[in-house]
Nanobody, 119 residues
């Protein structure tokens, strides 16, 4: 399974960005798709996730500003980020919790995309 992320870049505080991620390869089902972020010397943290059924989960720090959505038919997940703050600056990683064709569970990660919020 490969995850190809796109989006990110430099934006001023209060601005918006859109991250996209597409999964490809062979698998039985993608159970949860989500976005994590990491800054130097800190652990990777969950930003938002969405299940196959559309249930979402957000970090408290992004609630009301970020929206995650998913297209199950296309195996894609999008993170809409609004009212961005400097503390949102991080490398963002797409994640997929997958059930393989042999019914094994495994996590996959995208390559990471840098989001910089600065004036």
């Amino acid at each position: 399974v490969q995850l190809q992320a796109s989006g990110g870049g430099l934006v001023q505080p209060g601005g918006s960005l859109r991250l996209s991620c597409a999964a490809s390869g062979r698998f039985f089902r993608i159970n949860v798709m989500g976005w994590y972020r990491q800054v130097p010397d800190k652990q990777r943290e969950l930003v938002a996730s969405v299940t196959t059924g559309g249930n979402t989960n957000y970090a408290d720090s992004v609630k009301g500003r970020f929206t995650i959505s998913r297209d199950n038919a296309k195996n894609t997940v999008v993170l809409e980020m609004n009212n961005l703050k400097p503390e949102d600056t991080a490398v963002y990683y797409c994640n997929a919790a997958v059930t393989s064709t042999t019914l094994l569970a495994r996590d996959y990660w995208g390559q990471g995309t840098l989001v910089t919020v600065s004036s």
